[in-house]
């Protein structure tokens, strides 16, 4: 079963639908709806990626970090989301803390909202 805070794998889709690439993501929140659907973050190793102003590091020295499976210090790209079908999941690795989650819930919706 899914849930929030899941770190999972898929192929996550690039932005010009061309190539995708297999990588973890973090399920967001389930979309409200009869399909399961759920708002899946991007997550990366290349931390040059990072934009502190929207993103959410989480390194190996974190509390959560053991929890997440994640093998390295990593990004979480709160601007690159996906709704995708619970159906193309290919499982799950980790999780991140509740407080985690709601921080980069907050992040996302400071993003719209500005």
Request: proline share 4%; with cysteine; charged share 30%.
């Amino acid at each position: 079963m899914k849930k929030e805070g899941q770190i999972v794998l898929f192929r996550f889709p690039q932005t010009n639908l061309i190539e995708s690439k297999l990588r973890p993501a973090i399920l967001i929140t389930k979309i409200p709806g009869e399909y399961p659907d759920w708002l899946s973050c991007m997550i990366t190793s290349q931390l040059k990626h990072n934009n502190s102003d929207f993103d959410v590091e989480i390194k190996e020295h974190d509390d959560d970090f053991t929890a997440t499976g994640l093998k390295a210090d990593s990004v979480i790209r709160t601007t690159r989301l996906a709704v995708v079908d619970e159906k193309i999941l290919l499982g799950k690795i980790g999780e991140i803390s509740s407080d985690r989650l709601t921080e980069i819930k907050q992040k996302i919706s400071d993003w719209i909202l500005k």
